[in-house]
């Protein structure tokens, strides 16, 4: 189980970095800012979610047979929150900001 929480974990951070830009662009012009919030508050819930599951024993957590789950979670749950929750958010309130300059595609977001 460690081999697929960490191959998961990888998985979610190059999409953290690397996808969810482009899907907070998609959102503000599909969907206007209520679509681009939401889909950060969906992408902020499913890391926290990975940062829960990975914090227990299920997750491959050796410290939690010994310590508890309220040793290592809170833990978990901070680091995640701010090496894949704080960018998510970052880029979704640049991609907000730059609402009328950003241009993509040749055309303004509107």
């Known amino acids: 189980m ?4 960490t191959w998961l974990g ?3 951070r190059v999409a953290t970095l690397l996808l969810f830009p482009a ?19 969906l992408g ?3 890391i926290l979610l990975f940062a ?26 901070l680091l995640h929150a701010l090496t894949l929750g704080l960018p998510m958010v970052a880029v979704s ?6 609402d009328a300059r950003l241009i993509i ?3 303004k977001m509107t």
Do not use: I
């Open 23 to 41: 899907l907070a662009v998609w959102a503000r012009r599909t969907g206007g800012a209520a679509r681009l919030w939401r889909v950060t508050a």
């Open 105 to 107: 595609g040749g055309e």
């Open 44 to 46: 902020v819930g499913g």
């Open 10 to 12: 990888l998985v979610l």
């Open 52 to 77: 829960a599951f990975v914090a227990s024993s299920a997750g491959g957590n050796m410290l939690v047979s010994s310590h508890g789950y309220g040793y290592t979670a809170p833990g978990s749950l």
């Open 93 to 98: 309130l640049m991609v907000c900001c730059a």
């Open 2 to 5: 460690t081999l697929v929480a």
